[in-house]
């Protein structure tokens, strides 16, 4: 017996040396990872044509139009090469202030040449025929795109975590790709989309499962008008195009069921961002903000937070590396 109790405490030390070791390792693989993103976004923050005018962000966007003709992959690595940067001398300190908020529309005016209007976030160019049977991110022909795409919607599933049945609503479906998987697993899930064609798509995408999604066409502002309470309300790639984020958190809140949860997935959401929140001025924002009038805002974590604890919500963050998409934030009520 004394044997025997002797070679597990061995084991057991040995166990603790391995870990100890392990983590050790680890923690200095982590430390390199992050020091070899941070050269790597320096390097390419010293490389980036830094904007001044509107006739330069539409040179820079006939630059997009030339790389669009031979891939989708090129006009992608031209987004990267500039940005527009005004002088935030004048922004408003307060970022819940209605003067802030006045700032954010005025600079979006001047770049997109029109006042800002939901009606803006349309998608004219959707063709149902082509994009019924070939949506995004298929049509890309990237295997990059396609592949994070494929990802975050493995770790949307992955990180909710819900039971069996579970209610969604899901704001800004789209081409209905997590739409889709999520009704296939059975769950009973609410789209939310500006854009009917995008809603027809998705209807003929989930046609035939026992549990199809219920499609209503509205703006963010719908979620006043639902009476349902949600097990996870769901914004991937979203909710940085609603103009009142912050009446959306509060209504949000609200429409939770008890252990309810809100997901932002792949959101702009970091305190790299220059001002507390506002719109977003990379390349390929800029190109969505002028060509199409989408509205595209970013958020400092440090605000987002303060917002969410203000509508008693906490805030965990979840970070994926294997793809750049694969940052996912959690927000539950706080405890009474």
Same mark, same amino acid.
């Given at each position: 017996?004394? +044997?025997?109790?002797?070679?597990?405490?061995?084991?057991?030390? @040995?166990? &603790?040396? #391995?870990?100890?070791? *392990?983590? =050790?390792?680890?923690?200095?693989?982590?430390?390199?990872?992050?020091?070899?993103?941070?050269?790597?976004?320096?390097?390419?923050?010293?490389?980036?044509?830094?904007?001044?005018?509107?006739?330069?962000?539409?040179?820079?966007?006939?630059?997009?139009?030339?790389?669009?003709?031979?891939?989708?992959?090129?006009?992608?690595?031209?987004?990267?090469?500039?940005?527009?940067?005004?002088?935030?001398?004048?922004?408003?300190?307060?970022?819940?202030?209605?003067?802030?908020?006045?700032?954010?529309?005025?600079?979006?005016?001047?770049?997109?040449?029109?006042?800002?209007?939901?009606?803006?976030?349309?998608?004219?160019?959707?063709?149902?025929?082509?994009?019924?049977?070939?949506?995004?991110?298929?049509?890309?022909?990237? +295997?990059?795109?396609?592949?994070?795409?494929?990802?975050?919607? @493995?770790? &949307?599933? #992955?990180?909710?975590? *819900?039971? =069996?049945?579970?209610?969604?609503?899901?704001?800004?479906?789209?081409?209905?790709?997590?739409?889709?998987?999520?009704?296939?697993?059975?769950?009973?899930?609410?789209?939310?989309?500006?854009?009917?064609?995008?809603?027809?798509?998705?209807?003929?995408?989930?046609?035939?499962?026992?549990?199809?999604?219920?499609?209503?066409?509205?703006?963010?502002?719908?979620?006043?008008?639902?009476?349902?309470?949600?097990?996870?309300?769901?914004?991937?790639?979203?909710?940085?195009?609603?103009?009142?984020?912050?009446?959306?958190?509060?209504?949000?809140?609200?429409?939770?069921?008890?252990?309810?949860?809100?997901?932002?997935?792949?959101?702009?959401?970091?305190?790299?961002?220059?001002?507390?929140?506002?719109?977003?001025?990379?390349?390929?924002?800029?190109?969505?903000?002028?060509?199409?009038?989408?509205?595209?805002?970013?958020?400092?974590?440090?605000?987002?937070?303060?917002?969410?604890?203000?509508?008693?919500?906490?805030?965990?963050?979840?970070?994926?590396?294997?793809?750049?998409?694969?940052?996912?934030?959690?927000?539950?009520?706080?405890?009474?």
């Amino acid at each position: 017996m004394a +044997f025997i109790n002797d070679y597990f405490l061995r084991r057991f030390d @040995a166990r &603790i040396v #391995r870990d100890s070791w *392990l983590e =050790s390792v680890l923690s200095h693989q982590e430390a390199s990872v992050e020091a070899s993103i941070q050269d790597e976004e320096q390097d390419h923050i010293s490389k980036v044509r830094r904007l001044s005018t509107i006739n330069d962000i539409d040179n820079a966007l006939n630059e997009v139009d030339i790389a669009f003709r031979v891939s989708d992959d090129a006009m992608r690595e031209v987004f990267k090469t500039f940005e527009f940067r005004p002088a935030l001398d004048d922004l408003p300190q307060d970022p819940f202030s209605k003067e802030y908020i006045d700032y954010q529309f005025s600079l979006y005016e001047k770049i997109s040449g029109k006042k800002y209007n939901v009606n803006n976030e349309a998608s004219e160019w959707i063709d149902f025929n082509t994009h019924s049977t070939c949506p995004f991110p298929y049509y890309t022909q990237s +295997f990059n795109t396609v592949s994070d795409q494929l990802m975050m919607v @493995a770790l &949307i599933i #992955r990180t909710l975590r *819900l039971k =069996s049945g579970a209610k969604i609503l899901e704001f800004g479906p789209g081409w209905g790709n997590t739409t889709l998987a999520l009704a296939q697993m059975g769950y009973q899930v609410t789209a939310i989309d500006i854009e009917q064609r995008f809603l027809k798509i998705v209807e003929a995408r989930c046609s035939g499962l026992l549990t199809p999604p219920r499609m209503i066409c509205g703006d963010f502002g719908e979620i006043e008008n639902l009476e349902d309470s949600f097990d996870a309300i769901l914004f991937y790639e979203s909710f940085h195009h609603c103009s009142n984020h912050q009446s959306l958190i509060r209504h949000s809140r609200t429409h939770l069921a008890p252990g309810g949860q809100v997901m932002f997935a792949s959101e702009p959401i970091t305190d790299a961002f220059p001002m507390p929140w506002g719109l977003r001025l990379d390349g390929q924002s800029l190109w969505a903000i002028r060509k199409f009038g989408w509205l595209e805002l970013g958020f400092t974590e440090m605000y987002f937070r303060e917002l969410l604890l203000r509508n008693g919500l906490s805030l965990e963050k979840h970070n994926f590396p294997i793809t750049e998409l694969g940052t996912i934030f959690i927000a539950r009520p706080l405890s009474p």
